[in-house]
């Protein structure tokens, strides 16, 4: 069965420190799709990334990184000098083929918090 | 226009009444979405609209009625609510149903109490 897991229930560190979200998947097909969103007290689910199961290159996007690392499974998520803007709910997702059509296996999320 | 509307942001409802819930999108998108999402859990999918029919109902209760009156908008439908149906409301669109191509675009939800 599909699944995906993140660990961390809650992280919460200083502003400006490094902090690092897992995320570790299992799924048997081949060709898969992972996630993360971020969700502020808001409310709304912001997208960040969206990377595929035959491109394992890491990704940098300012102070977001991402190391996806096929042999352990895991997806995990940098943010380098954190904010307090940056505190929210972090959701790794992973799209399932269903009935050829594609839902999204959600992990539990993981809160960040970013303390002044 | 990149974005998901949803209306309205808040909403406390009895149990005997009956309310909609509203989502609207121009940016072309043919999936729609509903999902239900409980304090510190994960969203929970609800409905899928393909190109305005109903694709997927995850066993949903029928006090829920969802509506696709066009490309543009999704309604849902609330009837004789109970307490635990409470949660936060997302609305997502993609361009179709095939999340290989493109990822979601969500709203920023109803947050419906009900009593």
């Known amino acids: ?95 399932e083929a269903r009935d050829s059509n594609y839902q999204l296996i959600w992990g539990a999320g993981t809160k960040l918090i970013i303390k002044p | 226009d990149t974005e998901v509307t949803q209306t309205p942001k808040h909403l406390v409802m009895g149990m005997t009444n009956k309310k909609s819930l509203k989502c609207e999108q121009h940016m072309g998108h043919r999936a729609m979405y509903w999902y239900k999402q409980k304090a510190k859990k994960p969203p929970e999918l609800m409905f899928v609209y393909s190109y305005e029919k109903l694709s997927i109902n995850e066993s949903v209760p029928s006090r829920f009625s969802p509506e696709c009156p066009n490309s543009s908008l999704l309604n849902l439908h609330l009837h004789a609510l109970q307490p ?32």
């Open chain 1, 1 to 95: 069965a599909q699944k995906v897991t993140q660990a961390q229930t809650e992280i919460s560190v200083v502003e400006k420190e490094d902090v690092t979200l897992d995320c570790v998947y299992e799924t048997r097909d081949t060709t898969y799709y992972l996630f993360w969103y971020k969700q502020p007290p808001s409310g709304e689910l912001v997208f960040l990334i969206r990377r595929n199961s035959f491109d394992e290159q890491n990704e940098i996007s300012g102070r977001y990184s991402w190391n996806f690392q096929k042999s352990t499974s895991s997806f995990n998520f940098t943010i380098t000098a954190s904010q307090v803007v940056d505190s929210a709910v972090y959701f790794c997702a992973l799209s």
């Open chain 2, 84 to 115: 635990e149906d409470s949660a936060l409301y997302l609305c997502a669109s993609s361009q179709t149903m095939d999340l290989q191509l493109v990822g979601y675009t969500f709203g920023s939800g109803t947050r419906l109490t009900v009593v």
